[in-house]
């Protein structure tokens, strides 16, 4: 059985960082693609990032290019996401999944979902 857990959330002010942390305890995590979605109140669940199985290829979102960073750590079976610059607008519910090697941004793409990690960014 799959099990992602998130860390790492918090409350923080416009302009902090954050960096969250996913664990996984799935065998095939050296072998799948990883991501990283948020969800706002009331709203969809939304792309943030991925990062290809073996950790070459990386995807964001327009909103977070150039301020978030995605990475993993095979050996650990642990993928991460830095946070920099953050504004009141990342604010939401952070969730880690696991997909195949082709999962990048869409939320079909993948199989697996961790229970979610709370950040909110006061202004």
């Known amino acids: 059985q799959v099990q992602l857990v998130e860390s790492g959330g918090g409350l923080v002010q416009a302009g902090d960082s954050l960096k969250l942390s996913c664990a996984a305890s799935?065998?095939?995590?050296?072998?799948?693609?990883m991501g990283w979605f948020r969800q706002a109140p009331g709203k969809e669940r939304d792309f943030v990032a991925a990062?290809?199985?073996?950790?070459?290829?990386?995807y964001y979102s327009d909103s977070v290019k150039g301020r978030f960073t995605i990475s993993r750590d095979n050996a650990k079976n642990t993928v991460y996401l830095q946070m920099n610059s953050l504004k009141p607008e990342d604010t939401g519910v952070y969730y880690c999944?696991?997909?195949?090697?082709?999962?990048?941004?869409?939320?079909?793409?993948?199989?697996?979902w961790g229970q979610g990690t709370q950040v909110t960014v006061s202004s």
């Open positions: 999944a696991l997909g195949p090697r082709g999962s990048t941004t869409r939320v079909q793409s993948y199989n697996y």
């Open positions: 799935a065998r095939t995590f050296g072998s799948s693609a």
């Open positions: 990062i290809s199985w073996t950790g070459y290829s990386t």
